[in-house]
């Protein structure tokens, strides 16, 4: 790992699920997500379940609204193989938003988590652990938060929601 100011290179496996992990201890009110499945990620790890499910508990600071949002590529392996995932988002369905990215962009082999407009992890290809890790550095963040919005806004919702009993 190598470090410049607010800004680490991971090169390993290990170092990026640590920055994962860091991600999700930072965000207070917004937390953003666009991946490919999220298989890498291992957010169905209990520690990582436990992790989001602290952020969606935490009060939002100030004014601000809380939410998780995400894009994803594929959404198979969350409707059938992600299961502790699929219920934390089913119990906090007023604060999370899932969507499937079209078609056309599926061919798109990045991943971000971004938190609060300030931190972020970046996985530069899904298939290499190259990444980087942004630490307090909203100049840093923006291209890439910017990015997510362009992409959430011409993405799908998917995520269903078990609603029976209300």
């Known amino acids: 790992m ?4 607010h800004y680490t290179l ?3 496996e290990e170092a990026y699920r640590a920055a994962v992990d860091e991600i999700l201890d930072k965000a207070a009110d917004q ?4 991946d490919h499945d999220l298989a890498l990620l291992h957010l169905q790890a209990p520690e990582r379940v ?3 499910e602290t952020f969606l508990r935490k009060q ?19 409707d059938s193989h992600l299961p502790r995932l699929a219920a934390l988002f089913s119990h906090y369905a007023h604060l999370v938003d899932v969507r499937q990215s ?7 082999a990045d991943t971000h988590i971004l938190a609060d407009a300030r ?7 899904t298939h290499h652990a190259r990444g980087a890790l942004i630490r307090e550095d909203p100049a840093a963040i ?10 959430w806004a011409i993405s799908t919702p998917c995520l269903r929601i078990n609603t029976t009993g209300l």
Do not use: C
């Not at 937390?31 to 666009?34: E, M, P, R």
């Not at 079209?102 to 798109?108: D, K, Q, S, T």
């Not at 923006?142 to 992409?151: I, V």
């Open 102 to 108: 079209p078609a056309n962009l599926r061919h798109l």
């Open 119 to 125: 931190h972020g992890v970046r996985r530069f290809h």
């Open 142 to 151: 923006q291209p890439w938060l910017g990015r997510f919005e362009e992409l």
């Open 2 to 5: 190598t470090t410049l100011t």
């Open 10 to 12: 991971l090169n390993d």
């Open 31 to 34: 937390l953003v997500i666009f």
């Open 60 to 78: 939002p600071r100030g004014n601000h609204t809380k939410r998780l949002r995400l894009v994803i590529h594929q959404t198979h392996r969350l």
């Open 50 to 52: 436990a992790k989001i």
